[in-house]
């Protein structure tokens, strides 16, 4: 189980506690005034004395969700004033939108003479931008701000989404010192509630869910509900660490997603996302994924002819997969559904994924390839909850097909990858697999890796070139990045040209690509270079660093700890072989002695290998990194690699003169 | 039926992609294969903007030319927008409309908001290449600002044909200069006596690109168009030259915006009352605005050119680069100081404002000049922390129009050459046995350089560490002290102390020691060649960076390489590296100096060659041994 992820039991007292409350609006203390830092954070540039935030639903006709926000922050340094820009996001669906109202704020400052100064915020200069269809932004920004200043501001939003309950999140980029979030449920409604990160809420008395009889009426019909008191105290800022998936993952939040509510009108309970049955039924139904998975007869006539003459199923299946790289283009929007369906978007020939992919299951059944349609939350839309089905944790759709007792996993949305391979944005932990008439289950989205190998063969003329080969084959990931880089290019010459352009020392005798338009092998490459390397060789004793490319030289780790996983999303594995054959007069002075150092646990390692006859010598190097994860007690290893393979990187080669 | 036959025969060939000449197609990702830009001024609060385009795209570096962008604002509305796609062959694949158009907020992340909007459309098609076809009806309310015409003004495209044609009504008249453009407009004055300009270039090739090339700017064919009398917003003007600009621009973007109350002028008067030098005055009310306000940016309407009021400022302590520019001048004029609010286009490409042709899309930015007698000083005004009179890579060098009470006056920013932006670096450093080195490191940064530690120089002590070691890329650098500290005065500088430890700095191995004495200033990327170079060599800003650095090295060990000595003296730069062993320490110099100019692109490679050396100097590892 994810230690990141809890899932809520409530339990409900119909008894008189004192519970914890919103703070008085419009005071400070003489203690935050004269703060100077915050003793459990000395870096922060501002930190939250206080926040309340408070959820309930009104009476008022559609019974919208209020949202009430209120919050003081101390500001220590200028470096500190972003947080007296206040967004907030409203979310818009055709006419239903988010409204935002009951803005006031004021800021305490000391003046040049040391007196405490207050400005109220005025609201004529709240600004709200319509981001895009489905959101708009509410911002306004805090008058004189000072260091030192103390800024307190509340609002509330009107919410029509009541299937939505408003998310709290305790941590943000600056530390809390206290978060308090409220949230009023009637017994009409159900919902589930989720509390991510590693963060511990408080449990005194005072934040043990409450009943409250008869608070909430609508029509006269009046019900129960229940009160929850979610808090938290020295809460610290959340740091992004380099190499992480979405903060989302680790971040102190709550959650609700709604699981089923009484229906008011006709006195039933609806059951909403229960279990996956339901979804697996809603989805197979829903219009706008069921319904085009279906829709087989739009690709009929146009896979005909192409397939005509191919009976085996994998070329079926890769013919029908190349001709839906090739004939929608991806608007970079993510979903997991359509928005009127295939037809459209391929007719237009460009669409979202759930176009692209959902069209690609219609098309691969089209040409008699099982296929179904796979859910998956993008790495940065975070690692879906396996407790509870929540629909909204979903953002993409790939496609799953079974041919000859092998799963493939495809996206068609990019022209370069190859049968079988997600780009890296799906990498993220397990996909549902949704079928028509079938149970859905989750499948584990596999690894990807990277390969290189490389083989330098070289020959040290007297004039001082190196000149010989390069070959390189790049499998993978590898290969695709090539494939990508070399496409941004009109020709194979225009890449070589640059190729050479970037190197001054090196010059390109003649080269050769291969397997850049065959999506499913290797990619190779191959120079015919000649490379300055000395003026000439006069000199007794002559250094080369074998390392002829792509050395490292700094550690890509600088923290002494983490405190979340690295995650690459793939694994990967380089391996270089360099052969010289020097001039008859040289030797290696210095056989470097081979190295062979392992990360535990089959981690990775990193190896090297040397070996001369005469004045001739191959040097050969492997860097492997084996996992696409590391988690926070391995990475010391890791760095540690880092450290030892930029060491054995520095240590030049002599040739000596005999 | 017959005809429609025929129409449609036309239809697709006209975009067929073998029809384009062979010689525009290296380096082109896209090619425009027609472009008709129709500017209309029927009024001076009346244009219609019509854009015809077809575009053809061979592979995905070419999207990104084909991608439709429409921005628009209250006062310039879209009507109509429409297009086709054709295959490879000119056949049509797909049709499209404004409903296909995404729209989205225009403003940038650093505005809290902005009146733009924009609309985009990716077209896309059953693979490369394709051919995009649209039409694009603008209304424009304004006459303040025309756009400039661009024809080629991307890398990696070529134009098979474009023009503009102006067209403007008898009563107004316009200005307009030619630049970089191989043929004259052509003017056509109708019966009615409405006069028409057109220009055209066709067969443009495509353009690689080539660094140390000058801004764009200067050597794209382009056209800027300016109203004589124009309005915006019912605010009416009209000029000839900078000077004429400048002058409306202070009688009526600037008149009545520079009201203080009487309690902030006397505030600033008694702040002020010691002082008699008028610098040391201007100096303490600047640093008195820093400490006051914010940069915070409202741009709606006319506000995207005239300042919000002092007054307004005062009271909240914020505002975008034109109301705190004009606060300040205000500010200033309590207490009898006279400044000048000046328009400049910001960046760390200098670019000037044209002294032969004035308008009002040359600038982006705002700010502050003062005459003093003998000095002219220039301020920033959105940077809290930043030095009187101090502008950086940001303003500098480059002319501004100063707005005057006289008018406009182009004014030419200080200039921060080789010799005064500097950064000087001495360390002593012990290097032990094992490979470990610690000591001091000290710097100091002027000039354009004064500025290279803004990114942690407001960062907590523990934050400024962990940011530091990403900036010098020592491995396992442990730094036991760091102190930075800035000296505001007139010349400013910006002084850095760390002491430090880093194990493994060298590594061990056979009883050798392989190390780098360059410790933290490597030049690590050549710079790339360019075949059949187009663009004169040109250096934006000039530099001087020194390094010298003592290695005290183990008892015993002596360097077992022959020493570094690197000299390269070129008219655009002066690079001296070198390593000599002596008494137990390996000194280690290190020298570069860049100077700012422009070049005959013949010296191309000659740079290549330098730059090269510098890396190659750079990347030299000492062996230190004890035979």
Known sequence: MNKFLLLFTTLFFYVELASAQDFKYGAYTLDEMNMKSYKNDTSAHAVVLNEFGKAYFSSQDGIPLIFEHHVKIKIFDSKGFKAGTIEVPLRINGDDLEKIDEISGVTYYKDDNGNVQKTEFDNKNVFTTKDYKYRNTAKFTMPNLRDGCIIEYKYRVTSPFRHTYHAWEFQSDVPKIYSLYKAQIPAIYTYNIILRGGLKLLEDNEYKPLAERECFSYYGTKCDCSNFSFAMKDIPAFTEEEHMTSKKNFLSAIYFELSEYYNLNNGGTQKLTKTWKDVDYELSHDIDFGGQVKKKDYFKDKLAPLLTGATDTLDRAKIVYRYVQNNIKWNDIYSFATDGGIRKAFDKHTGMIGDINLGLVAALSAAGVNAYPVLISTRDHGIVNKLTPVIAEFNYVVVKTDIGGKTYLLDASDPLLSFGM???????????????????????????????????????????????????????????????????????????????????????????????????????????????????????????NPFLFNRITENPFKLTERSYPVDWGMSSNERVTLTVQLPEKFSVENPPKNINMALPDGGGKFATLFDAEKNKFTFSHAILLNKSIYTPQEYPYLKELYNQIILSEKVDLVFKKN | MFCCAEFWCQCA???????????????????????????????????????????????????????ILIWYNKLRQVKSVKGIIYDSSG???????????????????????????????????????????????????????????????????????????????????????????????????????????????????????????????????????????????????????????????????????????????????????????????????????????????????????????????????????????????????????????????????????????????????????????????????????????FVGDFTDDRTVLACTPDGGRLIRTPKYNATVSTQVRKATLNLDAAGTLNGYLQTEYKGSQYDNRDQIIDELPAERIKKFKKIYPINN?????????????????????????????????????????????QMRTPLREVNNRKNLVYINRGYTDDDEIIYKVPEGFKLEKHPLNVVLIKPFGIFNASVTFKDGQLIYKRRLQINDGAYSKDIYPDMVNFYQEVVDADNYTAILGKN
């Open chain 1, 422 to 544: 997600l780009p890296m944005r799906c990498i993220n932990d397990q996909g549902r697999v949704m079928s028509n008439n079938k149970p859905s289950y989750w499948i584990d989205i596999p690894k990807q890796t990277a390969a290189k190998t490389s083989s330098l063969n070289f020959v040290l003329q007297e004039d001082g070139k190196l000149k010989g080969t390069i070959t390189n084959y790049l499998f993978g990931y590898a290969a695709y990045a090539k494939r990508r880089e070399v496409k941004k290019f009109n020709t194979k010459e225009e890449y070589t040209e640059d190729f050479d352009e970037k190197r001054p020392r090196l010059k390109v005798l003649k080269s050769d690509i291969k397997g850049l338009d065959s999506l499913d092998g290797p990619l190779t490459e191959t120079y015919e270079v000649e490379i300055n390397t000395y003026d000439n060789l006069n000199a007794s004793k002559l250094t080369f």
């Open chain 2, 13 to 67: 060939t006209k975009y067929d992609v073998s029809l384009i000449p062979k010689e525009l197609l290296p380096y082109a990702g896209a090619v425009v294969r027609n472009s008709e830009v129709n500017y209309e001024v029927r009024d001076i609060d009346y244009s219609n903007y019509r854009v015809k385009k077809a575009i053809t795209v061979f592979n995905e570096s070419g999207d990104d030319a084909a991608e």
């Open chain 2, 91 to 389: 056949l049509p694949v797909s049709k499209f409309s404004e409903k296909n158009f995404d729209d989205y907020y225009g403003g940038g992340r650093s505005s809290l908001f902005e009146d733009t909007r924009v609309k985009v459309f990716r077209p896309g098609a059953n693979g490369y290449p394709y051919t995009v076809e649209y039409e694009c009806d603008i209304r424009d309310n304004q006459t303040m600002i025309i756009s400039d015409w661009v024809p080629a003004n991307m890398f990696g495209v070529a134009v098979e044909k474009s023009s503009l044609t102006f067209t403007c009504k008898p009563s107004l008249a316009i200005r307009y200069k030619e630049y970089n453009m191989p043929v004259k407009a052509v003017i056509v004055t109708d019966k009615a006596g409405f006069k028409t300009y057109t220009w055209q270039i066709s067969n443009a090739r495509a353009t690689r690109y080539e660094p140390y090339s000058p801004p764009p700017e200067t050597f794209l064919s382009m056209v800027k168009i300016a109203p004589v009398t124009f309005t915006y917003q019912k605010i009416h003007g009209s000029y000839n030259n900078w000077n004429e600009l400048g002058k409306w621009i202070y009688d009526v973007l600037l008149t009545d915006r520079d009201i203080l109350t009487p309690s902030t002028i006397a505030t600033i008067k008694s702040m002020t009352a010691g002082l008699a030098d008028p610098k040391l005055k201007a100096k303490k009310v600047y640093e008195y605005m820093q400490n006051k306000t914010r940069y915070i940016s409202v741009q709606v309407g006319i506000g995207g050119y005239r300042p919000f009021p002092a007054s307004e400022v005062d009271q909240v302590s914020y505002g975008d680069c034109k109301a705190l520019t004009n606060y300040m001048r205000s500010l200033l004029k309590a207490v009898d100081i006279e400044s000048y609010y000046c328009h400049v286009e910001a960046g760390t490409n200098r670019i000037d404002m044209d002294p032969d042709f004035a308008s009002m899309t040359q600038a982006n930015h705002a700010i502050l000049c003062i005459p003093f007698k003998n000095d002219t000083t220039f301020l920033e005004c959105t940077n809290q922390k930043i030095p009187f009179g």
């Open chain 2, 477 to 521: 650098l442990e730094i036991d002290k760091l102190e930075l500290t800035q000296d505001k005065s007139l010349q400013p500088v910006t002084k850095e102390h760390i002491i430090f430890s880093a194990d493994n700095y060298a590594s061990a191995q056979n009883d050798k020691l392989h190390f780098s004495p360059n410790i933290v200033n």
